[in-house]
């Protein structure tokens, strides 16, 4: 499974890496189609069972993705300030998805109905979308893409080797029974190491090396919450993974749950940064 897991790891890497010369608009349409296919899986996560539900659900989020296309203004980047807009709401449901985690099982009250996951998958997907989109467009976006994808794999692999090398203490059994506490310390500090040296290649000018770490912690521990609430809501759906496209890494959504969730707190914290910079 490891073997999979890691040639599977490659190909997507060189995939990756290579889209991020294409141009912003067609990079920005790679993007699209990626978060649409999270988003057929988010339909099944949802319990939409019929192929025509699953079909309309991916059409929605489409549709969704034009709109924020044409209303967030992403060609603008970092300077979008409808984007900012969008993001800060994209950021409140996820401080709302924090509190639904911490009361897993009990919240499902809230979110548990197939609309209401519905609704959330949208806007993780969409979230997910515009943040990446908006990065496509700036001056330094391959560097700026490569940094985040790095930060956030840097927290999802540091957790893992920490945690099963250190592991003792649970972190939320109830919602992932295999992340430890310790596992989650070594994601973020790998996370952070991951920012400290990309510090030195000053991609983004004027920032301090100590609002550029926290801001890394801070999109870490994001992505950190978008991996429990996609586990909070296949435990729910009682299934393991998303999907089965990538060999040895489940679905789409569950190699995207830590981007949907730490893009939007990174790029919001970029402009909100670059904002009082400008001052």
Known sequence: ????????????????????????????????????????????????????????????????????????????????????????????????????VLGYPASKVIWGAKITRGLMGLVVVVGGWLSLAILTYETHSVALTLYLIAMIAAA???????????????????????????????GMLSSVAIAAIAY???????????????????SALASALGDLLESMVKRHRGIKDSGNILPGHGGIADRMDGISAGAPVFVLGLMLVLQQLAV
């Open 1 to 100: 499974m490891l073997k999979q897991r890691i040639i599977s790891a490659v190909v997507m890497a060189i995939l990756f890496v290579g889209a991020l010369f294409l141009p912003s608009d067609y990079l920005a349409l790679v993007f699209a189609g990626v978060v649409l296919i999270a988003a057929w899986e988010w339909s099944d996560l949802s319990g939409f069972s019929s192929q025509l539900l699953r079909g309309l659900y991916v059409a929605i989020a489409a549709m969704l993705i034009f709109v924020c296309a044409q209303y967030a203004e992403p060609q603008l980047g970092l300077a979008s300030e409808r984007g900012l807009q969008v993001l800060s709401w994209v950021v409140v449901f996820w401080a709302l998805a924090l509190l639904w």
């Open 156 to 186: 999802d692999t540091g957790a893992y080797f920490t945690g099963k090398k250190f592991g003792r203490h649970k972190l939320a059994p109830a919602v992932s029974p295999g992340k430890t506490l310790e596992g989650f310390v070594g």
């Open 200 to 218: 030195g290649f000053d991609v983004v000018a004027g920032m301090s090396l100590a609002v550029w770490l926290i801001l890394a912690l801070v």
